[in-house]
């Protein structure tokens, strides 16, 4: 009989604002890109942008919109352009579900979070990426958190991110098994640049660390 193999780690790439990174990114593997529509981020991309960006990404890469406190008129306007909605503010349930499309929820590891309560609360959404927490600062930290506070068994895919480089991530896959990780900074060269070798060493890693 045959045996199911171990599921891959996918991998999600988050902050892209520029074709070439994108192409590096599909041709890597990267199972989805994220597109930063907050303005007040430095990786953040215009509407006009995103309309020519995704564009660009080929069937089977999720086109991931990340959204933080923001208006319904502005989601909707970029709705055409993405497969997924990631919400990375004070969103409620209701809020994030009423636009019809696949959505998850970002939550930031404050020292007081009760992930069992976001799972029922967040019940619709597709996966929770858990981010580390610095108050002020929506996401896009660069920073890592303790990575033994996520519950072995959460009833919800888990996307690991915050502060994941090519130095962390195997470990980061062996300790806490996600079923996704989100990476920005640690891939980048400078802000919204995303550096070719960190890229590539990254999805080796993911890869190396699911084989072991
Ligand atoms: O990237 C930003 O500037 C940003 C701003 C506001 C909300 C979210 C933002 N980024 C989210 C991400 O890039 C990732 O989902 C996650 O926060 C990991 O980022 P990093 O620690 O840089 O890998």
Redesign the pocket.
């Known amino acids: 009989m045959k045996t199911l193999s171990p599921m891959r780690t996918r991998v999600?790439f988050?902050?892209l604002t520029r074709s070439d990174d994108i192409k590096r990114a599909v041709m890597l593997g990267a199972d989805a890109l994220?597109f930063?529509m907050?303005p007040?981020?430095?990786?953040?991309i215009t509407l006009e942008q995103l309309e020519t960006l995704s564009g660009e990404v080929p069937a089977f890469v999720t086109r991931v919109g990340?959204?933080?406190d923001q208006s319904v008129d502005v989601i909707q306007q970029c709705l055409p352009y993405l497969d997924m909605i990631?919400f990375?503010?004070d969103e409620s349930p209701a809020f994030c579900a009423q636009f019809g499309r696949p959505w998850i929820k970002?939550l930031r590891m404050r020292d007081d979070i009760d992930l069992s309560q976001a799972v029922v609360d967040y019940h619709q959404a597709q996966a929770l990426?858990l981010?580390?927490y610095r108050p002020g600062?929506?996401?896009?930290?660069?920073?890592?958190f303790d990575w033994s506070r996520i519950p072995a068994k959460l009833a919800k895919p888990v996307?690991l991110?915050?502060?994941?480089?090519v130095d962390n991530i195997a470990s980061a896959v062996h300790q806490v098994a996600p079923y996704a990780v989100?990476?920005?900074?640690?891939?980048?060269a400078a802000?919204g640049r995303k550096d070719v070798e960190k890229m590539t060493l990254f999805i080796q890693q993911v890869a190396l660390a699911d084989a072991r």
């Not at 991110?161 to 480089?165: E, N, P």
């Not at 989100?182 to 980048?188: P, Q, R």
Request: aromatic letters at 4%; hydrophobic letters at 35%; one cysteine or more.
């Open positions: 999600k988050c902050g994220g930063v907050w007040k981020s430095a990786r953040s990340l959204f933080v990631q990375h503010g970002a990426l981010d580390a600062t929506p996401g896009g930290t660069g920073e890592v996307i991110a915050g502060g994941l480089t989100d990476v920005s900074g640690g891939i980048e802000h």
